[in-house]
């Protein structure tokens, strides 16, 4: 049955846009990009009805842009087998794309009529002018045919264009200087004998003539959002420690200034930025936000006087290209642009207001409050390295900024405020412009708190290091990490409770934590536990990255084999060299546990950073295993490392035009899934974790080894504690082929609700139920691997700089419905009346199933379609005969308003404010009513949240103390006053009266208040 061309007749044609004078090289590192790639609902065909698991092609990629909506191109669309038009926008650097599609077994894959590969990858097409795409499969007979349309843009993502300038370089001639902006690739200047600029330079209007750089002047003064450089370094001052990579260093750092006339100052925007290579040659400075230019000056620096950095410079380099982007002309910037979109519930926040009517600790109450909390590393301002406004943040899945350097400081020069006057409070470690572009309320993060250090020591005592401009949005800091990978001492520990103590009292909203790496002082279990019990912070966390194509495991030790990955990351099993990152998971996960005081009655969170840069280029299992494994044992906290738009750390997250590519939208749909549980795994603690072990021909026994609430499904271990949250069985069948058609690992992570949360809360989120919730994640432990080849080469362990190609394509047999199982669990309710919710993958509502049980009490659930790494969710309650969506739980923050006083009369009234309840002298005070006879007393009046669908907001006035003036006393008693029924007396005591002739009390008005 063979589709029709009639399918098409939606798509528009190619998109031909006039090319510019200065036409690019084609850039084959960067054809490799975007596309999330899911089976999804079913379809009718011509000829009848079929579903999805009917079609020949599973999986459909490019290796440009992500698949886009025809109609707006800012729309990403997922790959559906049932769907067969797509569209692709390939801007300006991107001239040829490749495209590969997974067919089913057997299937003979086509594109554009010729031939794929073995991978089922098709040929280059060239997309300078636009190009339509057919990729076709065909198997006994039955033919299925999808078509791309590939729009040609001349422009980068943000619509900025190319603008021509005129160069002048330092020490060159005029001829030679063309070779920078003549848009070809292959011609350049070597830059040797680098002469940089000392420190006291780097804040002046124009460098010394003998200070190597480059001046670019425009025609006409444009509005300038960065500019590329394609660059590389061709020889080192020094020589590196044998085995380490030498685009792991800095390099050099760069000092741009800009200004819009000729008869204007300078303005320098940037004093760090980077000469690091990650990508391939590209360098991109990012101005932030758009400048009014005419002029742009960039040369090197010192980053300190009268010192080189040795093998962290490079003596020569060579530049082939500069490019200079921003708005078309007699454009300007937007008044209004795309804020980003975050919850009210990330600001404001103090975890003190909540202890009652929730009932938990701190770290819980944060936990409950924020949900997962996804922090991406983001640079501060003056590093002139790219960061994403709010459009792009918004399509991220829920991650938010975390700074982590010193705004234009080095990253150890915090003592020495060496610029114009600026003070180090003034600088601090924030990007205002960033967070002034996304908007008030959008949640962000310190790392390295709180001197831009690896260790706190050096610190000295407490003190607030948040800038003037970080504190205009301290209402909405959620997140503060304390230093950064350093080394263990007791002397350290001793600082960290110092300064979490600090952090508490001065920003109770934020959480508190440290973070280490492979330090053994550090994963040591003895060590780490007299750290919480003593520091007592909010979370625990580490970083050691697992399929990295840049660290250290994932260049010596990335699991190859479908069989090595879970028991990689939970047993303790593995080889020496890999056996630490598993000790360390499972001894962060245990002192978490375990908690503040040892016995697991105080509980903290714990949680790891991913790497979320290093790992962009392998599949979709591979990036969805690790956070997915981490929330089963209990994980409540997962680190982005890092986000930035040049290439850093071997970035595939944007192209050179800035485009998120398809690893970007593969990362946010496994964050959406982490936020999506997240709303209820916040409320549960961790009881076990366990692994049913699938077949691999590689592996024989077990899946992991046992350890604290850890153990095999099956195991006696398990089993005492399997029935408490119903669970009989698990089987998994394999649907997607990989691992020869045999079932893969599952994981199974058993919660309770956390210790001492309240009914009321837990009914907030789970549901009413008259009984404790019980849940179960189930997690597809079957995970693909990543063919690497094309994107690194190693050689002695160390990278070859001119193979390094992490923009490259990328071949896998991991994404999610090659990888896919139908997991079948066997349930037997836990106490009477039980009801099994399931929370639905793409909505994140819970909803009852309806299970059917046997005459033994045992019934069977199936979990369809669970993609490789992916999770479900199910947990039983009684009586929940709904849809739960806990984030309709999640409370508003409230700040009361002062209650009115009347120093006339003596008295006071509280204001209606939504949300608030007042109490005076033990007692609701009602709004209207009048609480009289305060004459010379001192009142507190105590606001409260009336329910748990509210919280105070942080830093909100809670207690109104008013002193009321003594009473105006009179010489002599009045008279009785029929008409108010009052007495004005002199006694000191007040008491009702018998009015005359009325047969009601009064009141006396004693010293003038009303009695």
Known sequence: MMRSQDRYKNCDEPTKIRETTMKKTAISLLTASVLTILPVAAYAQPDGPASSSDALIKELSTDILPLASCEDRFQPVQFDPSVHEYCAYAYYHTDTVSVRAVGVPGAVIEMNGKGADANGRGPDINVSNGADISVSASLNGVSDEYRITVKKLQTDYRGNEKISADVDVNGLKSADEGALVDGNLTTGVTLKDIKRAP?????????????????????????VHRVNAWASIDQWAGQLAAGQPKHWWEADALNIAVRASDDEPFTVIAKHATMRQDAGGLLYWDFGEYKKVKEIHIWFNNQKD??????????????????????????????????????????????????????????????MQYGILLPAWMPSDGYGRGTVNGEEINKAGGLFP????????GPNEFLEPYMKGDSVEDQGIFNATLMDNLGKGTPWAVAKAPIAGNNITSAGEPHDFLSTAAKDHADSLVDIQYGDEGNWSKEEQDNFEKWFDWSKRNYPGAVVHSNQASNEGWYNYDTLSSYVKQTKPDLISWDRYYFSTAGSWGVNYQPEDPADVIPHILSAQNPPAKMDMATQFRNYRQVASEGLTGDGSQPIMWGQYLDYSFDANVSDSQKSVIPMVSLAAGAKWLGLFRMEMNGYDYSTLFDADGAPRREFYEWARVLKDVRGYGNYLAALNNQFLTVKPGQYDKRAGTGVEEGYKLADFGSEAERKVAAKYGVEDVKANNRGGLNSGKSGDVVLGYFDAVPGLTAAKRDRV???????????????????????SETKAISGGQWVDKTLSPLAR?????????????????????????????????????????????????????????????????????GVEKVVNPEEGSPSAVTPIEPVWDDQTGSFTVPAVEGVTYEYDGEEVSVGEVVKNLAGKTVNVTAKPTSDLFVLAQ??????????????????????????????????????????NTGSEASFAIDGVAG
């Open 955 to 996: 830093g909100a006035k809670v207690s109104f103390v008013h002193t009321f003036p003594p009473a105006k006393r009179h010489d002599a008693p009045g008279n009785v006053n029929q008409k108010n029924r009052s007495y004005a007396v002199k006694p000191s005591r007040s008491w009702p009266v018998a009015m005359p």
């Open 306 to 367: 009268g010192a080189e950095f040795g093998p962290m410079q490079g003596s020569q380099y060579t530049f082939n290209e500069l490019e200079v982007w921003g708005l078309p002309s007699g454009q300007r910037p937007k008044d209004e642009t795309e804020t980003a979109d975050f919850e009210s519930r990330y600001t404001d926040f103090d975890p003190a207001s909540v202890a009652e009517t929730w009932g938990v600790n701190r770290a819980q109450a944060l936990a």
């Open 766 to 788: 789970f549901g009413e139920s008259t009984d404790p919730v019980r849940a179960v994640m189930v997690v597809n432990g079957l995970v693909g691997s990543t063919d690497t």
């Open 402 to 409: 975390a700074f982590y350097d010193n705004t234009n400081l």
């Open 199 to 223: 420190r006291k330079m780097w804040i002046t209007d124009n460098p010394s003539q003998a200070t190597t750089g480059f001046v670019l002047t425009l025609d006409q003064p444009r509005w």
């Open 810 to 878: 990328r071949t896998d047999n991991g994404g999610f419905t090659q990888t896919s199982q139908d997991i079948k669990v066997t349930v037997k309710q836990p106490y009477e009346n039980a009801q099994l919710m399931l929370v639905d993958p793409e909505t994140f509502e819970a909803k009852p199933l309806d299970v059917v049980y046997g005459e033994d009490g045992v019934g069977d659930v199936t979990l369809t379609n669970v993609g490789g790494g992916q999770a479900r969710l199910l947990y039983w309650v009684s």
